[in-house]
């Protein structure tokens, strides 16, 4: 080492080679630590956050306990605060949003990957993508000027003609309430299925279609039976983006749910979900109570958010063991 | 090449602090609060440093509750509110505040009926009990009796509110309180409550949006917004029993009528008040001013804009379409003004 380093001082151009790469050492160790520190980083703001939603709701706690995940009153007036209504409508309006995203996103991304020229293929994701950009206040304003109108015309009636009898479609149409937010959201989250989907679809080896179509198999069967089941696990990835971002959705849905909180079957009717309460309530509540009632909310879309990511793990799992594919 | 640089950056560095530091006489205060009265208060503290250039005042509309929390963390150096401050709310700061009216807004019903373009009238009775969901039904007698010669049909009423929590609504349900007792007792007043019926809209714009789009709703807005959009918008009966459209002339009478119970406490509540030409569903919106300021260059500037703005001030108001605090008013305001130490 010593002798190294005298021969470097003496003579520092034979050993140029090796002083590059010593340096690049360190350089792998300087990454090192730089990558983990922000790593670290992650988990620290993100247990910082929760640390500071927990202190703050440190008196709705005390207050309601876990009778505040049940309680259906929200009353600021008579301090009366329970989250049951906000929970219902962002796990609902989620619901919605993802059944009529889900088949439309994957078929739109089977049709990039697997059937549209490639040129085609970009310039439509590369539009997709744009989609994915624009912010969600102009979604909420397409909502109220365009859907809104249309659902209390023709959508809503239409629907409630044909699946009246369910009690899912009965009582008064607004225009605006559970539907309405959730085809809104729909529209908000099929880039991102859309967008991912078609990577992972693109990124299923060649050999495997190639092997399908080999055997016999039609276009349709290597598509659904060998493709799309190989990329089962970025799939489900892709809709559980696509559901986070429905659950924490604010702006759009504000705009077109109505805002009341109540827990009842009719998709028609008038809902509220828990980003758009906070949003809605925040800058004028004044009691202790109320402030620290809103800020509980915040710590159970967390929650939320938590288990919802845990189920998506442990269906990724269950899927890849099921398909064995990977 | 290196002391070049450095001494660019030095240089650098002290314009930046030179920029940053105000001369030494300049004042800056900072307030946080009510977004209501945003646009008068912008155009207050631009004009009144215009009129005194050391003086500078930053507010923020980040909404009242915002506002008082910041004051009660001492982060800003006054606050603003759409609605008084209680007892139990002053009770949870630990030094006296002193409120101060500033200016005047009104709320008004606003409602879309195919078929009907007249301007309604309305009776206390009959919103607070639409609001109440026991009116569901235009044609009700309740509405229909105030409304002769208006042919009303049978639909349902949709009822609209603001969702968002604001002053806006503190006027409405605390009218609604005053004039129903039923309503107090169920519902209550507050910038936010738990509405017995009906769909929310974010903001005035969301409220009125919703009324536009909804056949046979009803909602309300501030009057500032009804004017500045051209909204059709109902009248009400007042106390006097007097059905009365609400303008910037009959919101500074119900204002005017308030003042002698004023003296005692500046934050009665001036919904439905007496006489025959108020409009009675208005209130006043608040600056929220710490009795003791110990920095007494900052106690100099506030209490100097404060008596700028109870009199010059006042007579930019309207071209704002807010209404002028009543000379009354004004008189109690100067006399807590010199409370200030």
Redesign the interface.
Known sequence: MTVDVSAMERAPSPWTGRALLRRLAIGDEVAHLVTLIFAFSIILITSLLVYQLWLESASSRHQFGWHFWVSRTWDPVFEHFGAAPFIYGTLVTSAISLTIALPLGLAAAVFLSELAPRSISDTISFLIDLLAAVPSVIFGMLGIFVVVPLMRTTIGPAIKHALGFLPLFQGPNYGVGFLTAGIILSIMVVPFIISVSREVLLSVPRDQREAALALGATRWESTWKVVVPWARAGITGSVFLALARAVGETMAVTMVIGNDPKIVASLFAPGYTIAAVIANEFTEATGKLYLSSLIELGLVLFMITLILNGLARLLILATQRGGGHQ | MKKALLSMLLLLGLAFTAYAQPPDNTVLLNAAGA?FPYPIYSKWFSDYHQAHPNIQINYQS?????G??QLKAGTVDFGAS??PLND??LG?FNFKIIQFPTVLGAVVPTYNIPGVSGELKFTAKALSDIYLGKVTKWNDGEIAVSNPGVKLPGN?I?VIHR?????TTFVWTDYLSKVNPEWKSK?????????PV?????GNE?VA??VK??PNAIGYVELIYAIQNHMGYGLVQNADGKFIKASLASVTEAAAGAAAKMESDIRISITDATGATTYPICSFTYLLIPESISNSAKRDAIKAFLDWMLTIGQGSVESLNYARLPKAVVGIEMKHLAEIK
């Open positions: 977004t980040i909404g009242s509750g915002g008082i929390q759409d609605m139990q709310l949870q349902d949709v969702s968002d929590g604001s002053g519902v209550g007043s507050n910038t936010s409550v738990n509405w009906g769909l929310g809209g974010k969301g949006g919703l789009e909804t």
